[in-house]
């Protein structure tokens, strides 16, 4: 601190070209930091609230049920209670459903396409949280320093004495301050955002997987059951 306060101090002729240049820019007030937090903020509430939407709009309630109904070969029966209904559970059980008599293999594929397919939809906007909980903070930081540099700056071209030295210092410090306080309030409900819903789509990526894996073990079963069967695999 006491560089910016020296810097300040000195005489514009004693101060090199590029100080004078950089000093004339970080001068400037940090409010502005504040409003790109205040925006950043906003996006990041209107994301979060549309993902939660989503992914509450995007999933079965019963999947548990329907893994049972597959492992016990009623796939009419899945099929009809999936019906029309939307995301990534729903979508690999009504294409696998209908390759189901293409084999086994077949339905593995579909399932594994099925799901690289839907899983990106469930990831959008998930990388702008993470980078605003990583970096929003450093933002903060930056406003804050501006602010200090300000502060300082000003300080030197006063001249004050005494107790105003510590007012005019201790009241430019605490309003930069404010910069990192917001930055970590932007930053701390996107990382949680973040970490709930990458934690939901390994559930439902699991639960996707389960119930492929439910359907490929019924359809195993059944074709090992047929008669004629020993006698083909001879």
């Known amino acids: 601190m006491m560089s910016f306060v020296l810097l300040a101090q000195t005489g514009n002729e004693q101060v090199g070209w590029l100080s004078r240049k950089l000093l004339g820019v970080t001068l400037t007030s940090a409010e502005w930091v504040l409003w790109v937090l ?46 029309e209904r939307k995301g990534m559970e729903a979508a690999v059980l009504r294409e696998a459903l209908a390759s189901v008599e293409q084999g086994p293999d077949t339905v593995e594929q579909v399932i594994a396409s099925t799901v690289a397919r839907e899983r990106p939809q469930y990831e959008r906007y998930l990388s702008f949280l993470g980078t605003l909980g990583n970096n929003a903070p450093f933002i903060g930081l930056f ?5 200090i540099i300000k ?58 997987n389960a119930l492929g894996h439910a359907l490929v073990g019924s359809l195993k079963a059944r074709n090992a059951a047929r008669p004629g069967a020993s006698t083909e695999a001879r």
């Open 38 to 83: 205040v925006v950043l903020s906003v996006f990041s509430i209107g994301l979060m609230l549309e993902r939660a939407v989503y992914f509450a709009t995007h999933r079965l309630p019963d999947s548990e049920a329907l893994a049972v109904r597959l492992a016990r070969g009623e796939l009419e029966a899945v099929r009809a209670a999936v019906g």
């Open 143 to 147: 406003g804050t320093v501006l602010g």
């Open 151 to 208: 502060a300082f700056h000003d300080l030197g071209n006063m001249g004050a004495k005494g107790a105003a030295i510590q007012q005019t210092v201790m009241a430019g410090i605490s309003e930069a301050l404010v910069a990192t306080a917001v930055g970590l309030a932007v930053a701390i409900p996107a990382v949680v955002a973040f970490n709930v819903f990458n934690r939901q789509l390994k559930t439902l990526t699991s639960r996707t």
